[in-house]
């Protein structure tokens, strides 16, 4: 796969590091419910089709982006920087 | 016909003048320059060249190319031997040597082929039924010898002495295929202006074009093609290169065989390079390849696809035949027929149609060609080559030979059943294919995956003027979808038309089934695999009806041709079988590679020593010239131990970690983790990673602190030092350093982005020691510093920043010995000064040098965590540091620490080990049992780390212990079934050597 | 003696079975008459309305259960539904492995009894999956690997599974084609062998857990497409499916690659990310590789088939996928590593490679439990471990289906111990499936 960096341009995926699912909402920090934060940690909606992923460009920038990626094809949508798109899940709707 | 040479005079490409000695089966043989070794054996009138996989039957040369099935031999000997290498793809070189393979004792004479007589009882899947008594444990007897009867060539087990490459490359225009429409296709896209790769996997340009007579009009056209291509700045032609696998977006996975056809010399070459290949347009003009018509004993050497007939002809200057009968269902034969029969030889023509098309017959007739149309071959015949057919009239309402054919002697049975574009590229990445009823096969469809196109025989075109023109389209069409275009007024460039197109269409014919409508026996699909009509019949019989349950029970199309010439048959008949049409019965999936690719190849240079970096440190050298024994530990070497003369590691490192206790030891410590964390809200920040608190660490002070995952369990630990107000200098563990970056990363620009800190790594920019032992000031005090190394100045936990040596110096007192000890950083390209001062200072101080065998060792004793511990299933409570948790704040896994299973009595906890008889030796990884039971599952836990203390005068272990603190003051038995031993232990805490910190705070 | 088959055959096949039972003499039998008396291997029944059980997918996992709930619990109102063919899933990707060598308290005796069933399973199921005890020796290449390579021996042995630890020595007399030099980069300084495990014939599990199950009176039912559940107020009682509703009081899934989208379709998520994971073959060469072997640290692994290819295999693509087919860089680094650790594997040449999606949970172990959903019950998770899980998988689904209670082998493989913290975790990388 090749990933288009916001920062470095045209990338072959190799240059990247994982993160898996971006649409997951991590409860605040001083949340203190264990079923949401067992929830953010361990479950994944998984899906067949469109998947909001983080990515990291580790021999890059080192920036986190968030991938928009079909994962039955692996066409890619979308890219941007992750940095104030995550926290409670502003900026990211719901695919 | 005497095995007498068929080499022709006047004809092919080949180098007449230069002849080539190679071996085949021992026996010593001539070609010529640019023969392939199949080409080479045909002009020796070799015909028996392999045996088939199975009923190890008598096999010849089939095709030309890639797609051959039958005539696999072992090539080369000792380190660069090649076993099931197509001798169809091999170009002669000067010495070479080949071998048949799969026989024994001897290719004409296989003991094996017994098998044939006894194949009905081999029936596909047959073993499938039997092989399972009388015990359970028979199948292991059975299988040895179906293990040995099976397999091909012979490997061998000695290193490669050649070495591979990889390069990366990119380009606009990807053609694939260096035919009429790919070389137009290439021109076009680079008169537009596009960067184009051109890939052939031949040695020369040209395609099917030549297997035309040479010195024609097809000839001069190309060479025109090829000096163009050659001469634009913006091509690169590959050829000898062979794109072996689509991957996503645009990526290809290419193979260049760069001496594959030269004598391979006495040292290593670069045989063969590697390319990624990035396009952003790629052509496929891939071409078509040949496909037979099934009918009894039509595997026997002799028997052979006609395209590669005309092309051992027309290319290689080699008569297959004298006396040759070419059967077909279209109009491509009638050109091997006039060919050959112009080259001499006794021609029949065979159509199954009923009709002949009448420009190409009345050309073949005046060749001397004898043609007859409704007719088909029902039979071959022969012992170890073909002796003769049977010709018979052809019903193609049921695909029937009616009786009574007539015999024919012959000596070369020609096969064309029509033609198969070569679009595995396109499939392999999920594109589907789509049935032409008319060409009776798979063609790209009407839409077809982004990025590709496919030109000329390969989109079903079959003469050459359509496939130049198609390829001339095709190339402008992706030159201009990456944004060029040919300039105004552009000509067209020339074409070439050579009128070879078909009249007639072509009549489906799979298989020739006897007068009553059987198949024949010995009527074999996948000829590699010894897969019969019957055989598929079966399987259908037995309910592998669909495509891949039919593929895997007969290991149709599994062979190493991957069943080039057999699968769209297969599927014509299952689709019979099934009473359904072609496109119903669907496709196996194509996977990548197209042609078989030396695992070297994929390796690349990556591998061996290279597989991953090693990493040294900045003082390797010194340790390397003062005696250091190295270690690999994760991707960093580190100085293991520094023996004395006739010291082994045992000795070593006791020595090292006894000593160290009396004296001053210096340990090279530059791989830990290193992340500095600026900024006003950086206390905040190490509030919410670490569980402990951080807001009141004043300036000039360190703190040990432990992460968390997001899960609870223990990540990382280090300590993390306080330079400035809104300055840190983290240090996490050498294994950790990676994944906590990139974790802090995570957090800092995902979650928290309000959070005013960066984070960078310094891992690689600084060195570090680590002084430690009771002599340590006074070593440190005799360097020239401006730090003041005293303990009011600098305190347990205190830092400064200053030089040593004139070198600059961060100064951090922490110790993981337990003894009074500091740790000093200094830029990396200083580290070697630095080593070589604190050394040159320390020869008045009885400095010793202490390797991470001995630091591992006093840890242990000191009860420390590392990574032995942190394994990624402990807590904090378990490592026994639940006291460090702060709660009055949100730390990161804070929350899933608390899970129920987390927090049970029962977890295996943090304890040390001493074995109650102080000779006997504790090993890591021992399990730890109840000292009144035999131990049983998985026991009470297990051993982490062991060392041996001069503290305590034995070993002593760390260990994971269920309810382990409360165990404190009992014994447990250290269980290791390896030894066998039985080892009763004291549980003590794990802190066996001054468990106060009292040296430490010295 | 024809004669008396023919009655056989005939008496079979009356009742829409096919009851001929496999062997030797069979074979010599029916090739006397051409082998034109073999019948389907199994029936092709249109699905009925209602059934005891509906088990969505027929892979190995759904056929051993179908075959165990009626052999072992005589609950034969059974339907398999398979949405394409028999076996099209993991089972007939993956490279074959078979073993127990498992540390973690939970793993090691359900894998243990998994082998168990595979010593037998030929025999049992009239079909020779060709399960070969080759042996599986696991390199190990450090002293931190070394330990941890004893602790497994331990483990195994203290469970009652045959192990032994290997020095340097006696892995180089196993497999002296292994660059043994110390200069390599990572250096092989002992190994784990579990000489019981092996490797077995993929398909002919799935054809022969089809044909026993069949002959138990199992529906097994091939290109039926699950499009979703029935309801009956919060309960699952049946499916709709591309061939009509199915009904059953029992609905459970066994499907590799689609659980969660099946998960999803019953209203709850799961602890599971699906990832690409590839397996190559090479050429078929002469008897080469006489063992499983595989690296610890490095993550690879290569045994030789009976047909003579060598077969191996590496970690993980790394990121979310259903597309069944790998990226070039993960070949490569797979690749390296094989040439690393077996130079001659150098001119040997790959045939063909492919991928299989591995539903990867996040501690690494399966999912076997009754669903949050009233009547709807799975099989899931099985990261690499599905292939060698077969048998022992089919049985405790079985056993939790018909007794509606966890098997004590299955037990701790429920979905809510990632909420209890009672996780699984071999690997101890965490909730970081691509890591496992």
């Not at chain 2, 002009?43 to 060249?49: E, F, P, Q």
């Not at chain 2, 008569?319 to 060919?339: C, E, P």
């Not at chain 2, 032995?868 to 490592?879: H, Y």
Request: charged share 20%; aromatic share 8%; proline share 4%.
């Amino acid at each position: 796969m090749r990933i288009e960096c916001p920062c470095c341009g045209l990338r072959d995926h190799r240059e990247f590091d994982y993160g898996g699912d971006a649409l997951r909402q991590r409860p605040a920090h001083n949340d203190t419910d264990i079923d949401r934060w067992s929830d953010y940690v361990f479950m994944r909606r998984n899906p067949s089709g469109l998947h909001r992923e983080f990515w990291q460009h580790i021999y890059g920038c080192r920036q986190w982006i968030v991938v928009s990626r079909d994962t039955v094809s692996h066409q890619i949508l979308s890219v941007c920087l992750a940095s104030g798109a995550h926290g409670a899940g502003q900026g990211l709707e719901r695919a | 016909m005497a095995d007498a040479s068929t080499r022709l005079g006047g004809y092919g490409r080949i180098d007449h003048g230069k002849p080539v000695s190679f071996t085949f089966n021992g026996r010593k043989m001539t070609g010529r320059a640019g023969d392939t070794l199949a080409s080479a054996l045909l002009a020796n009138g070799i015909r028996l060249v392999a045996r088939s996989f199975k009923y190890h039957r008598p096999r010849g040369i089939y095709a030309m190319g890639v797609d051959e099935p039958n005539a696999l031999v072992t090539l080369n000997t000792g380190a660069r031997t090649e076993p099931n290498t197509q001798a169809t793809t091999v170009y002669l070189y000067e010495g070479l040597s080949a071998r048949s393979q799969n026989c024994w004792p001897s290719l004409g004479f296989d003991a094996m082929s017994i098998n044939d007589k006894f194949s009905r009882f081999l029936a596909a899947g047959f073993y499938y039924k039997t092989f399972m008594g009388p015990t359970r444990k028979s199948w292991m007897f059975y299988e040895h010898f179906i293990r040995k009867a099976a397999g091909m060539g012979e490997a061998t087990t000695l290193d490669d002495p050649d070495f591979y490459e990889k390069v990366h490359g990119f380009c606009d225009v990807m053609v694939v295929g260096g035919g009429p429409a790919g070389l137009s296709a290439a021109v076009n896209a680079a008169r537009a202006g596009a960067c184009v790769v051109l890939v052939e996997q031949s040695p020369d340009l040209g395609g099917g074009l030549l297997n035309m007579p040479a010195g024609g009009k097809a000839d001069r056209w190309i060479a025109k093609q090829v000096a163009f291509l050659r001469e634009a700045q913006n091509v690169r032609i590959l050829n000898r290169c062979s794109v072996f696998g689509s991957y996503d977006h645009g990526s290809f996975g290419l193979v260049e065989r760069l001496q594959d056809h030269v004598f391979p010399p006495q040292k290593a070459v670069l045989r063969q390079r590697m390319w990624t290949m990035r396009a952003r347009r790629t052509i496929l003009a891939t071409g078509a390849l040949e496909r037979p018509i099934v009918f009894g004993g039509n595997d026997l050497p002799g028997v052979m696809l006609a395209s590669a007939a005309r092309g051992y002809l027309n290319h290689f200057s080699v008569l297959a035949g004298r006396k040759v009968v070419v059967f077909t269902n279209n109009d491509s034969a009638y050109l091997t027929a006039s060919d050959m029969a112009q080259a001499g030889a006794a021609v029949t023509l065979v159509d199954a149609r009923p009709i002949s098309p009448s420009v190409a017959c009345a050309r073949a007739e005046k060749s001397g060609v004898t043609v007859r149309s409704g007719h088909a071959v029902a039979q071959a015949s022969g012992r170890k080559r073909i002796t003769s057919v049977k010709i018979a009239q052809f019903d193609c309402e049921n695909g029937t030979a009616r009786d009574p054919g007539k015999v024919m002697q012959c000596d070369l049975l020609c096969l064309s059943g029509g033609w198969n574009p070569t679009l595995h590229l396109l499939w392999q990445h999920g594109g589907k294919p789509v049935f032409d009823d008319a060409l009776a096969t798979f063609v790209p469809g009407a839409t077809i995956e982004d990025g590709f196109s496919v030109a000329g025989s390969a989109n079903g075109r079959y003469s050459t003027l359509d496939c130049v023109l198609d390829g001339q389209a095709k190339g402008l069409e992706a030159a201009q979808a990456c944004g060029f275009d040919l300039p105004d007024g552009s000509d067209d460039y020339p074409a070439l038309d050579l009128t070879d197109g078909w009249e007639t269409q072509l009549l489906p014919v799979w298989e020739v089934c006897d007068s009553a409508g059987k198949s024949q026996k010995k009527a074999f699909v996948d000829l590699q695999h010894d897969v019969s009509v019957s055989d598929l019949a079966l399987a259908h019989r037995e309910g592998y009806v669909s495509a891949e349950h039919l593929k895997r029970y007969t290991t149709l199309g599994m062979a190493s041709d991957q069943g080039k010439t057999a699968n769209v048959i297969a599927l014509a008949l299952l689709a019979k079988h099934r009473g359904q049409t072609i496109p119903e019965v669907g496709f196996t999936t194509f996977r990548p590679p197209f042609t078989p690719v030396a695992v070297g190849a994929l390796a690349g240079h990556e591998t061996g020593p290279n597989i991953e970096p090693r990493r040294h440190t900045p003082m390797r050298q010194w340790h390397l010239d003062n005696g250091a024994k190295f270690i690999e530990t994760g991707i960093w070497d580190r100085a293991w131990y520094y023996p004395k003369p006739g010291e082994d590691i045992e000795a070593a490192y006791i020595r090292e970690a006894r000593e160290l206790r009396k004296s001053v030891g210096v340990v090279d410590v530059s791989t830990l983790g290193k992340i500095d964390v600026q900024g006003p809200d950086a206390a905040e920040f190490l509030n919410r990673v670490y569980v402990n608190g951080w807001s009141k660490l004043p300036v000039g002070k360190a703190r040990y602190g432990v992460m968390l995952r997001e899960d609870g369990m223990v990540f990382d630990d280090g300590t993390t030092t306080r330079l400035s107000e809104h300055h840190y200098f983290m240090t996490v563990t050498t294994a950790g350093a990676g994944a906590v970056m990139s974790y802090l990363e995570f957090l800092l620009q995902t979650c928290w982005s309000d959070l005013k800190v960066e984070v960078t790594s310094a891992t690689d920019q600084w060195a570090a020691v680590a002084v430690s032992g009771p002599k340590t000031r006074d070593l440190l005090s005799s360097i020239d510093s401006d730090i003041d190394f005293s303990n009011e100045a600098l305190p347990f936990m205190g830092a400064a920043e200053g030089t040593m040596a004139g070198l600059p110096v961060r100064a951090i007192r922490i110790t993981f010995t337990g003894e009074l000890g500091y740790e000093i950083y200094t830029p990396a390209g200083f580290g070697e000064a630095l080593q070589e001062a604190i050394a040159a200072a320390g020869s008045a101080h009885d400095l010793l040098m202490l390797g991470i065998e001995a630091f591992g060792a006093l840890r242990v004793e000191k009860g420390h965590v590392a990574g032995s511990e942190i394994t990624g299933r402990t807590t904090l409570d378990d490592l026994g540091l639940a006291r460090m948790g702060s709660t009055n704040k949100h730390h990161i896994g804070q929350v899933l620490a608390r899970r129920e299973a987390l927090t049970s009595s029962d977890r295996q906890q943090f304890v040390g080990l001493r074995p109650v008889d102080p000779k006997a030796v504790i090993k890591g990884g021992s399990i730890l049992s109840e000292p009144d039971e035999t131990p049983k599952g998985h026991g009470l836990g297990y051993v982490t780390a062991m060392a041996f203390s001069p503290v305590v005068g034995s070993t002593i272990g760390l260990g994971l212990l269920s309810g382990g603190r409360a165990r404190i003051g009992s014994t447990v038995n250290v269980v290791d079934t390896v030894d066998d031993t039985i080892i009763p232990a004291h549980v003590t805490t794990p802190h066996f050597y001054d468990p106060e910190g009292e040296k430490a705070r010295a | 003696m024809v004669c008396s088959l023919q009655l056989g055959l005939e008496a079979g096949q009356r009742d829409g079975r096919t009851m001929t039972k496999y062997s030797g003499f069979k074979v010599f039998a029916q090739a006397l008459r051409n082998n034109r008396g073999w019948g389907r291997a199994w029936r092709d029944p249109d699905p009925q309305p209602a059934y005891d059980v509906i088990i969505i997918g027929g892979g190995g996992h759904g056929l051993a259960t179908a075959y165990y709930l009626a052999k072992e619990h005589g609950i034969k109102r059974v339907a398999v539904l398979e949405k394409g063919w028999l076996g099209g899933g993991n089972l007939g990707r993956n490279t074959t492995i078979v073993r127990s060598n498992y540390m973690e308290n939970g793993n090691t005796q359900f894998y243990e009894h998994s082998l168990k069933l595979w010593e037998n399973l030929s025999q049992d199921l009239n079909y020779n999956v060709m399960f070969s005890q080759r042996g599986y020796l696991g390199l190990l290449h450090s002293y931190g690997q070394l330990d941890a390579g004893r602790q497994r021996v331990h483990a195994m042995k203290l469970n009652g599974i045959e192990a032994s630890f290997l020095t340097r020595e006696q892995v180089q007399e196993k497999a002296p084609y292994l660059d043994m030099s110390m200069n390599a980069r990572y250096p092989i300084l002992g190994g784990v062998l579990q000489q019981r495990a092996g490797t077995a014939r993929h398909d002919a599990v799935a054809w022969g857990f089809a044909r026993a199950a069949d002959r138990q009176g199992v529906d097994i039912i091939q290109q039926c497409e699950v499009l979703g559940f029935i309801w009956k107020g919060l309960k699952i009682v049946g499916v709709e499916t591309t061939r009509g509703d199915i009904r059953a009081p029992k609905v459970t899934s066994a499907v590799a690659g689609n659980s969660g989208v099946l998960a999803e379709k019953a209203g709850f998520q799961l602890p599971i990310e699906s990832h690409l994971l590839q397996a190559f073959v090479t050429e078929p060469i002469k008897p080469l590789v006489n063992c499983v072997i595989a690296s610890f640290g490095m993550l690879y692994y290569i045994s030789q088939s009976d047909k003579g290819g060598l077969v191996l295999g590496g970690s993980l693509d790394g990121y979310n996928s259903y597309a069944q087919r790998g990226n070039l860089p993960k070949v490569e680094h797979i690749l390296s590593i094989g040439k690393a650790l077996m130079p001659c594997l150098s001119r040997l040449r790959i045939l063909r490679h492919w991928g299989g999606i591995m539903d990867m949970t996040m501690d690494g172990s399966p999912i076997i439990c009754k669903t949050p959903v009233d009547g709807f019950y799975m099989s899931a998770g099985w990261c690499y471990g599905g292939f060698k899980a077969t048998p022992g998988a089919g049985w405790c689904l079985a056993h939790t289906i018909a007794k509606d209670e966890p098997h004590p082998l299955s037990a701790g493989y429920t979905i809510d111990r990632f909420r209890r913290g009672a996780t699984i975790n071999e690997s101890g990388t965490g909730p970081v499936p691509g890591h496992h």
